[in-house]
């Protein structure tokens, strides 16, 4: 096989009118160079006849071999392959499985033609600022309505827990809503990865989620010595002063996010060590009978740590 230089994507479902459509869309793109795969079975066979692919695009739904398995046998074999998949059924188990497995990302059709070509490119941006060999996130969901993500102490692990999470609680909030927990997770999360574990990817962080009837909750916790929330100052008091005690320290501008995500959440509380946060979102409308919701007056794992 001759290297053409190009991004390699393998699309890889069983209708073929979609697979096709896929394809063309994708192709568009100069840089990209698509082979396509009727299922998982054939999928494999193309891999190791043509492969590697940098990116695959599966279905999950498939005969043969379905997208679950096909991503857990690709990144067993070949574990830099990033893989997105899509699904015309999204529920909250295959949001698990796809984010068990180690996929990427996770599109639910119709596809818009914007959103799948920016999934593709943020695809490769993610890939690319990978680090090799910073070890595997494990996915657990031993309490009904709670998913806890502990992975090794780097940014792609919040980056992948926002984006899943936002899948099973998309249906509850309004746009605003959901921005504003995209943003709280980021900088918490950040915080957890750069402060709290001093960008050590020896340590973990543990990300956890629940969508109860009334509140969505999320605890970040890390690895790190904690700090005294109380000692903090608010920079928005004084921002000429705290950015320059910043420089002077030698770091990053920033600091407002604890601040900013008090603004943006219900509620944002801190464990006495200030190594776990736990932040809720309360509902300000609610789809009848919506939701995956755990048992009235149920209790976040940990929550009182």
């Known amino acids: 096989m001759v290297k053409s230089g190009k991004k390699r994507i393998l699309v890889v479902d069983d209708e073929e009118p979609m697979r096709s ?21 054939e999928a494999l066979d193309i891999y190791e006849r043509q492969g590697p692919f940098d990116l695959v695009i599966t279905d999950l739904q498939m005969p043969r071999m379905d ?17 997105i998949v ?36 943020r695809a490769f941006d993610r890939r ?27 940014f792609e692990f919040v980056e992948r827990f926002q984006r899943f999470t936002q899948m099973l609680y998309a249906s509850e909030l309004t ?17 957890a990865v750069e402060w709290g574990n001093k960008q050590d990817a020896s340590k973990q962080i ?33 921002p000429l002063v705290h950015i320059m005690e910043r420089i002077s320290a030698g770091k990053r501008m920033g600091g407002y996010g604890i601040f900013m995500t008090k603004s943006i959440m219900d509620e944002v509380v801190y464990s006495e060590r200030g190594n776990t946060v736990v932040m809720s979102k309360y509902f300000r409308r609610r789809q009848s009978g919506g939701g995956n919701a755990a048992p009235p007056g149920a209790e976040p794992p940990g929550a009182g740590k």
């Open 67 to 83: 997208g679950e398995a096909l991503t857990g046998s690709l990144l067993d074999r070949w574990p830099n392959t990033a893989i």
């Open 206 to 238: 543990r990300l956890s989620y629940c969508l109860f009837k009334d509140r969505i909750v999320f605890k970040i916790e890390d690895e790190g010595e904690g700090f005294s929330v109380s000692q903090l100052r608010d920079p928005s008091k004084d």
């Open 128 to 154: 690319e600022h990978m680090p090799t060999n910073v070890g595997a996130m494990d996915v657990r969901s031993d309490v009904r309505g709670w998913v806890e993500l502990t992975a090794p102490s780097h």
């Open 175 to 191: 746009r605003e809503e959901q921005e504003d927990i995209h943003m709280a997770i980021n900088e918490l999360g950040q915080n």
């Open 21 to 41: 459509l896929l394809a063309k869309i994708i192709s568009k793109v100069e840089e990209y160079e698509v082979s396509s795969a009727a299922d998982g079975v």
């Open 86 to 121: 899509l699904t015309a059924c999204h529920t909250d188990e295959s949001v698990l499985k796809c984010m068990r497995r180690g996929a990427l990302d996770y599109l639910t059709k119709p596809i818009e033609v914007s959103k799948l070509i920016k999934a593709v490119d």
